[in-house]
């Protein structure tokens, strides 16, 4: 696990790397569960974080993509009431020609 993976784990947000051809990233970003509803703008932040992180080793982002995985909270099993409590992002990034990591 490099740094920055560990950084995001500290802060709740674990990191999955898929190689998606020569000059493709996957990452896959997956908040911890605490129950309650997600914070969209914490989950955000992060990953801009992570993208500006990522740019300075020639990544850009191109993509991105969520994915629920957990709905909570429902009231009186009424469908479309609760909340999300648990979500996955995935991110496409491209590396920049001529850019070295």
């Known amino acids: 696990m490099d740094r920055m993976d560990q950084e ?18 996957i990452v896959l970003y997956l908040p ?9 703008a914490a989950i ?14 020639g990544l850009r982002m191109l993509s991105m993509n969520t994915m629920p995985l ?3 909270g429902a009231w009186a099993g009424a469908q ?10 995935a991110v496409l990034y491209e590396r920049w020609p001529g850019v070295k990591a």
């Open 70 to 72: 957990r709905h909570g």
């Open 80 to 89: 479309g009431s609760g909340y999300q409590t648990k979500t996955s992002v």
């Open 44 to 57: 955000f932040r992060e990953i801009a974080a992570d993208a500006t992180a990522r740019a300075s080793s």
């Open 8 to 25: 995001q784990q500290a802060r709740g947000i674990t990191t999955q790397e898929f190689e998606a051809g020569p000059d493709h990233l």
């Open 32 to 40: 911890e569960d605490i129950g309650t509803e997600i914070d969209p």
